[in-house]
């Protein structure tokens, strides 16, 4: 059983940066592929960014492309996701979720794994 666990997430404000992390248990996730997602209030969750197993691989929303940095640490089975220039309309639950797939993926249905979420929230 795959257990992720975020954290990392608070208030910050806005122009702010913040890193959330995405520790895996259970399972070596090193042939996974591995996303960030979030979900604001009243809204479907919706893709942030996704790296491939290797790492070499990444994806961006075109909302935080040039903001936001996705990487990995396979040694450490942790995932990142490093969030700069933050801007109010950030402000959601981020979760991470990893892909037996092994390839980068925007969509939800390609994960198999899921985290509880972490919330951030960016004052104006």
């Known amino acids: 059983q795959v257990q992720l666990v975020e954290s990392g997430g608070g208030l910050v404000q806005a122009g702010g940066s913040l890193r959330l992390s995405c520790a895996a248990s259970?399972?070596?996730?090193?042939?996974?592929?591995m996303g960030w997602f979030r979900q604001a209030p009243g809204k479907e969750r919706e893709f942030v960014a996704t790296i491939s197993w290797s790492g070499g691989s990444t994806a961006y929303a075109d909302s935080v492309k040039g903001r936001f940095t996705i990487s990995r640490d396979n040694a450490k089975n942790t995932m990142y996701l490093q969030m700069n220039s933050l801007k109010p309309e950030d402000t959601a639950v981020y979760y991470c979720a990893a892909s037996s797939f092994g390839y980068s993926s925007s969509l939800t249905r390609q994960y198999d794994y899921w985290g509880q979420g972490t919330q951030v929230t960016v004052s104006s």
């Open positions: 259970g399972r070596t996730l090193s042939s996974y592929a």
